[in-house]
């Protein structure tokens, strides 16, 4: 079952009714093409048909919102651009909302024709421990993502659940990440806290001590992908170090996930990189911690309440026993 829901509707002027998608289309067509033809023929309208819809739309603004121009083309006038960028705002603004509600509504159906559920989509930021435990679930599908791209997903409607962290803080005041905590659909709950560091060669042969030591010359550095809560925090500590990143060798080298950044490590590729303490533990290499984060996991309210109790408790069980991880704050127990 594929549920499709579209945004319709009219404004009515002058006692005419005109329908907003076929008139954002055919504005768009001017745009795009400079030409009522070339939107005609994109829109599958012929000629006069175009022409007819956009006198029919002028003569209930009372106002021209297309010209003809020099060599037989055509172009909005101000009027006909300001039209079109105020449907194009109402048809984003849509967009999740829309994406949003095919989602709860496609789960409601198929629960009451007795189809075999569609799986719970997820996009996580990278975490080895999440990881485990989401692989070993049934009915979900997993993609990792960076934080903000984790949270963008969530917010239009593309995925069910998505797993984030601030980037060494709680969670921003702005952004993505915090309008996931405003959201009313949604809940967003504490998964566990871990440490995140460099990651560096066995022995730490460059006795890499600080975060300026990531400047030093000759030293090859693996960063996180832009929009990473990891690539955040270490910008936030480059920052508050006063180094500039053009400094570091290898800043503009990206990997997208810990286990890459520590691989690489580990292959002599890089000399450092920063990821959670687990990654280096996995690949037998020295961590320099750098402070603790919370992770958390965003969930829409037509999520199955068991589903995501499995992943919670899970989450609590584990970290109570994995190096580098604590269940966060309010959850029983704790361990490093």
Same mark, same amino acid.
């Given at each position: ?20 998608? =076929? ?5 768009? %067509? ?7 033809? +070339?939107? @005609? #023929? &994109?829109?599958? *309208? ?17 106002? =021209? ?5 020099? %060599? ?7 009027? +006909?651009? @300001? #039209? &079109?960028?105020? *449907? ?40 080895? *421990? ?40 709680? *969670? ?165």
């Amino acid at each position: 079952m594929r549920v499709a829901l579209t945004l319709a509707g009219q404004i009515e002027l002058g006692g005419r009714q005109i329908g907003l998608g =076929p008139t954002m289309a055919l504005l768009e %067509g001017i745009a795009t093409d400079q030409s009522v033809r +070339g939107a @005609a #023929l &994109r829109l599958g *309208l012929s000629y006069r048909s175009a022409w007819g819809r956009l006198a029919e739309l002028e003569a209930a603004l009372g106002q =021209p919102v297309a010209v003809k121009t020099k %060599g037989h083309g055509s172009m909005l006038t101000p009027l +006909g651009t @300001a #039209l &079109r960028d105020a *449907l194009a705002a109402a048809f984003s603004r849509s967009a999740g909302l829309l994406a949003e509600e095919e989602r709860a509504l496609q789960l409601r159906l198929t629960a009451l024709t007795e189809e075999r559920r569609p799986s719970v989509l997820l996009a996580v930021s990278h975490d080895p *421990l999440l990881l485990d435990i989401l692989t070993e679930l049934d009915g979900v599908e997993v993609a990792v993502a960076g934080s903000l791209e984790a949270a963008r997903r969530l917010l239009a409607g593309s995925v069910d659940a998505a797993g984030f962290h601030g980037g060494g803080v709680e *969670l921003p005041e702005t952004g993505p990440l915090a309008q996931l905590r405003a959201e009313p659909t949604l809940s967003v709950i504490p998964l566990f806290r871990r440490e995140q560091g460099l990651i560096l060669a066995a022995g730490n042969p460059l006795g890499i001590q600080a975060i300026g030591d990531l400047a030093r010359a000759g030293l090859r550095f693996v960063n996180r992908q832009k929009d990473s809560g990891t690539r955040l925090w270490l910008d936030r500590l480059l920052a508050r170090a006063g180094v500039s990143p053009a400094a570091i060798q290898g800043y503009e080298v990206e990997e997208f996930t810990h286990q890459a950044v520590a691989a690489l490590v580990a292959s002599g590729a890089a000399d450092a990189g920063m990821g959670a303490r687990a990654s280096a533990e996995r690949f037998g290499l020295d961590f320099l911690p750098l402070g603790e984060e919370t992770y958390f996991l965003a969930v829409h309210h037509s999520v199955p309440a068991p589903l995501v109790g499995q992943i919670t408790e899970a989450a609590r069980e584990r970290s109570q026993h994995s190096l580098g991880y604590a269940p966060a704050e309010g959850q029983a127990g704790r361990s490093r």
